[in-house]
């Protein structure tokens, strides 16, 4: 059995699946129940007003066809989702070791991106409140 996560990866070949055997399921229905098995069941009974025996049947195959097509995916992710893992570890152990060997470098450089920061910040939101009108604004105040 494929899970959401496998299934969601591989949600374009069962859209298509979906759309070839009921074509008047519009692509904006699809992506409200993008991996969701019973909502998609009840989509398709609901446009097509097929039995919903039929429909199941025709939703397990694609999904368990899609399942056979994807478990390498798993194992990608997991790979991925390790090795992440690991360079985040390496990358927070080097910070600490950088901030215990100049504590007061890492204090000033870390005020330092702070203060910068907020004058960005407080000038992005300052520029908005005080702009200069457009030709159009002043047009439509008239």
Request: aromatic share 8%; with cysteine.
């Amino acid at each position: 059995m494929a899970t959401k996560q496998q299934i969601s990866g591989e949600w374009n070949s069962i859209q298509g699946a979906v759309k070839e055997k009921y074509g008047q399921i519009t692509d904006d229905e699809l992506r409200e129940v993008e991996g969701e098995k019973e909502q998609l069941i009840g989509l398709i009974q609901q446009k097509v007003g097929a039995a919903r025996a039929e429909v199941e049947s025709f939703v397990n195959k694609i999904y368990q066809e899609c399942g056979e097509s994807c478990s390498h995916l798993s194992d990608r992710a997991a790979n991925y989702a390790e090795a992440t893992g690991q360079r985040l570890r390496e990358g927070y152990d080097q910070s600490t070791r950088a901030v215990a060997r100049r504590p007061m470098e890492s204090i000033v450089t870390a005020f330092g991106v702070g203060v910068l920061a907020g004058v960005a910040i407080g000038y992005s939101l300052a520029a908005d409140r005080y702009r200069e009108p457009t030709w159009r604004d002043r047009l439509m105040n008239r």
